[in-house]
Nanobody
Framework: VQLVESGGDSVQAGGSLNLSCQAS????????MAWFRQAPGKEREGVAR??????MYADSVKDRFTIFRDNAKDLLSLQMNSLKPEDTGMYYC????????????????????WGPGTQVTVAS
């Protein structure tokens, strides 16, 4: 199982970025996939998840971020609009074959498979 993120960059507040996560090494259909982020000195927090077409977002990113999954390409994306300085951090893609109720908790401890991360920096 391998996850590789890309698309991180430095942008001005109000800007947009699209993050991608290419998955390989397994069949990801039926898995829970999610994006997490971690700012310096802070705990890793869940941003969004998608499971069997059902999406869920952290309150802090609702109506600004959109998670999308292309099962045919094993590709997970995160479209981030109206970026704020507080969105700055390392963004990680995660995957796990887990019941929907656990996927919905969006807790990092419920995910075994992680990418190395991609850095997003939003300047004010």
């Amino acid at each position: 199982v391998q996850l590789v993120e890309s698309g991180g960059d430095s942008v001005q507040a109000g800007g947009s970025l699209n993050l991608s996560c290419q998955a390989s090494g397994a069949s990801y259909s039926g898995s829970c996939m999610a994006w997490f982020r971690q700012a310096p000195g802070k705990e890793r927090e869940g941003v969004a998840r998608i499971d069997d077409g059902v999406t869920m977002y952290a309150d802090s990113v609702k109506d600004r971020f959109t998670i999308f999954r292309d099962n045919a390409k094993d590709l997970l994306s995160l479209q981030m609009n109206s970026l704020k300085p507080e969105d700055t951090g390392m963004y990680y893609c995660a995957a796990e074959w887990t019941p929907s109720w656990r996927c919905g908790r969006l807790k990092s401890r419920d995910f075994e498979y992680w990418g190395p991360g991609t850095q997003v920096t939003v300047a004010s």
